[in-house]
């Protein structure tokens, strides 16, 4: 049933929709108006009940205090003719007097009306009133007039609440009678303004429905208002001329995404057939020297064997770092890299780096100084990643520095994080004096597969190692760059907090 009317509505005609919708919306200001109202009104009436109850039994207590202080064992008759008096509210069903010690003094209950006086001790402790099933229960002291500190007894009053539902059952009755006047004025009033908002979107469907139907881009819808259905038109027009121009156009944009499309495959042709190459090196290399120790080892003599071993070993430690970056690129790609944080110290990552490859800077003939800006500095990081930057790096440097003295610098900084704004960050720097770096390419260099016009011939590289390093420095929160050096070579920055927020974004 629900599902039919739905499906009924979502598609009528505008007309009707816009209709249905206004006498709802009216209808349901109206109830939330006339439900505030109720509840305003209920508990200021609840409120008004008792102050008046309250107020009346002041005046009771007051009228009673004269008979308990001074007549020893009290007056019954007379305290009961006191409580008579609350024969003007019918509301109240039972009201009760209690000396101090807890004795019941007298009881008062309409003709008709049911309970009696409860035991003292179940009497509230404190004094006030109370809303408690469906009743108005007020509870006072009865003060001695001479002495105001004194207390003489209690008194105990219950109300039926009978005042205030009568009041309530008229204001709901009231209430709909306006309700029901207020539909039938929304509803007249909806007849007449829908037509305002109705009828540009019919001349709007009308023309949607003929390009649809004659496929006749050149159509355009005229404008009514300058309202949302007014930029709604004018949006519909805009589609139309860029239908339109598409078609004229649509030959260029084809051989646009043709031309791209060959270019990203040639890209990816000749990232293959670098890596083709790259692999198939040093595996040739391993075969040859392989079947020379395999074949010759008993003629050679121990220089030849020392040499082949040292080109296997060689060949195959290339092949090994090539397979590890094709590795880490295809982890880095696909957003499976993660980080295992720790506490360590930038000094001994860069001095346990320079050990690992003391064997090329010693064939290279390459000394490392190194510039510690910031003695005993630590880092959030991740230790075998930021080792692999700095091999990465001082890599780089072995293989474009010429030959150079490598100068490795560690400083305090700071680094702007959206998380935190500006905070303290690790700044290292390594500098060479080798072939430098156009200026046009600094950037572009962090690309995959993208090698230097000054490292295609002769340097060697496999346009992997950079991007691993940038997209590392990113995962650590940091950033990279390069830039050349006033006096030849190039040097290679990058800088990340000292406290990492990696992980910490999503926790929070």
């Known amino acids: 049933m629900l599902s039919s009317v739905k499906n009924y509505f979502l598609n009528a005609p505008v007309r009707r929709k816009l209709m249905v919708m206004l006498v709802l919306v009216a209808l349901s200001a109206s109830l939330v108006l006339s439900l505030v109202f109720s509840i305003n009104n209920y508990n200021s009436e609840r409120k008004t009940l008792a102050r008046e109850l309250m107020l009346l039994g002041q005046i009771i207590a007051k009228r009673t205090a004269p008979t308990m ?3 020893k064992t009290g007056s019954a008759d007379a305290v009961l003719k006191n409580l008579e008096d609350l024969a003007e509210k019918p509301s109240v069903i039972l009201a009760c007097v209690y000396f101090d010690s807890g ?24 004094y006030g009133y109370d809303f408690k099933d469906g009743r ?3 509870y006072q002291r009865i003060i001695a007039a001479s002495q105001l500190e004194k207390t003489l007894g209690s008194l105990y009053i219950v109300s039926d609440l009978r005042e205030m539902r009568e009041h309530m059952r008229a204001i709901a009755l009231e209430t709909l009678g306006l309700l029901f006047f207020v539909i039938i004025g929304v509803y007249i009033f909806a007849r007449r303004i829908q037509g305002i908002i109705s009828k540009p979107i019919m001349k709007l469907t009308e023309i949607v429905e003929k390009v649809k139907k004659e496929k006749n881009y050149h159509l355009r819808a005229e404008k009514s208002y300058n309202d949302e259905i007014g930029t709604l038109t004018e949006g519909f027009n805009g589609m139309m001329a860029e239908v339109e121009e598409r078609d004229i156009n649509l030959e260029d944009q084809v051989r646009q995404r043709t031309a791209e499309l060959e270019n990203a495959i040639s890209i990816k042709s000749d990232f ?4 083709s190459h790259e692999i198939r090196t040093p595996v040739h290399q391993i075969n040859v020297y392989a079947r020379f120790m395999n074949e010759d080892w008993e003629e050679a003599s121990e220089e030849e064997r020392k040499g082949w071993r040292k080109r296997v070993f060689d060949a195959s430690g290339r092949l090994e770092n090539l397979i590890h970056s094709l590795l880490d690129m295809s982890k880095l790609g696909r957003g499976g890299a993660t980080l295992s944080l720790s506490k360590e110290s930038i000094r001994n990552m860069v001095d346990s780096t320079i050990e690992g490859m003391s064997y090329d800077l010693t064939k290279h003939h390459i000394k490392v100084e190194i510039n510690d800006l910031a003695a005993g500095l630590e880092v959030e990081c991740d ?14 440097g072995v293989r474009y520095g010429n030959g150079s003295t490598l100068i490795a610098t560690i400083k305090k900084d700071v680094i702007s994080c959206k998380r935190r704004g500006e905070v303290p ?3 290292f720097s390594l500098a060479d004096k080798g072939i430098g770096i156009p200026e046009k390419e600094l950037e572009d260099i962090f690309e995959l597969n993208f090698q230097s016009s000054r490292t295609r011939t002769g340097a060697g590289g496999t346009g992997i190692g950079l991007s691993i390093i940038r997209d590392l420095i990113k ?3 940091g950033k990279v760059w390069a830039e050349n050096n006033p006096g030849g070579g190039s040097t290679f920055h990058f800088i990340i907090p000292l406290e990492s927020d990696y992980g910490k974004a999503n926790a929070e």
């Open 69 to 71: 202080e001074f007549v």
């Open 103 to 126: 004795e019941l003094l007298a009881k008062y209950a309409p003709a008709g009306a049911e309970g009696d006086c409860p035991e003292f001790s179940e009497l509230p402790f404190s």
């Open 136 to 138: 108005l229960y007020t």
């Open 272 to 275: 293959l057939s670098n890596m």
């Open 383 to 396: 230790r075998t990643r930021i080792l692999q930057i700095l091999t990465n790096l001082f890599a780089n």
């Open 425 to 427: 960050a690790l700044h």
């Open 475 to 477: 995962l650590h929160g």
